[in-house]
C-alpha cells in the first residue's frame, strides 16, 4: 500500500494563496490555476481541488452564507489558514514569494533589479502586496463592480475601506477592501459615498442635492442600492462602521 504524502506547510501556504485568487464557484481539479499549482508542488489537481475546499470550511464568510465546504480539514490545514487570517501582511508576501520561488520565471524580482538594498525591497513588497490584494478582490467580486456591476477589470479598482495609511494590520486582508470601477472609487476613498453594515449604498447629501445629468446617472440613482456582494470575504462590519463614521461627509 502506498504511504500518503502529508502536506506541508509550505504547500499549504501556496494552497491558500491561490484559495484567496480563484472565485468559490471554480475549485474544482479543472480550473488551469488549479493544475497549474499541482504541477508546480508536485500534487495531483485532484488533491489540490479537494485541499482548497477544505479552506472553505474555515471561510466565515462562507460560513454566513450556509456554506460548509469539506469536513476532513487536518489541524495542520487549521493552523496554517490562522496564522494567514490573523498576519495578512506577512503571510501575503511569503506565499507570493514561495510562489515565485517554485516558477521558472522570477519576474518580480527581474523588474526591480535596477533598484539596490533597502529600496528594493520595499518596492518588491509593495507591489507583491497589492498584486495579491487586488486578485483576491477580484475573484470574491467575480470581476465586477460591486456598485455598478461593470465587469471590465482595467475599469475596476481593489480599493480599501480603512485606508492603507490608518491599519497596517489589515492592509491586505480582503475582508477590508471592495471592488469598484475608478469613479466610484475616488468617490468613496474621499466620503462621497460609504456602504452601511447592512450592505446599502449611500450618497452624501452634498451630491444628492446636485441634480445635473451627471449626478443622478453616476451617483443618485446608487442612493440606498444594495451592494452587489462578493462570494466570499464580506466586507466586514467594523470596517464598514469605521468609513461609516470617520470617512463619510453625510
Known sequence: M???????????????????????GRLHKGNPEIIKLASLIK????ALAWKLVNFASFDPSLKARGIKGAKNASRLDREIWNEF???????AIESEMLLVSKQESKTIEHNFMEKEGEEKERTVKTRVNQSFFRSALLASYNNKCCI????????????????????????LNPRNGILVNALHDKAFEFGFITITIDYKILICSDLLNRKDESNVNYFHKYHNKSLILPSRFLPDKEFLTYHNNERFRH
Open 85 to 91: 487570517f490573523n498576519d495578512w501582511e506577512s503571510m
Open 43 to 46: 500534487r495531483t489537481p485532484s
Open 148 to 171: 455598478a456591476g461593470i465587469s471590465i477589470p482595467e475599469f475596476l479598482i481593489a480599493s480599501h475601506i480603512v485606508p492603507w495609511s490608518v491599519d497596517s494590520k489589515n492592509r
Open 2 to 24: 502506498t504511504e500518503r504524502k502529508l502536506w506541508t506547510r509550505n504547500e499549504l501556504i501556496l494552497a491558500i494563496n491561490l484559495y484567496c485568487k480563484i472565485p468559490f
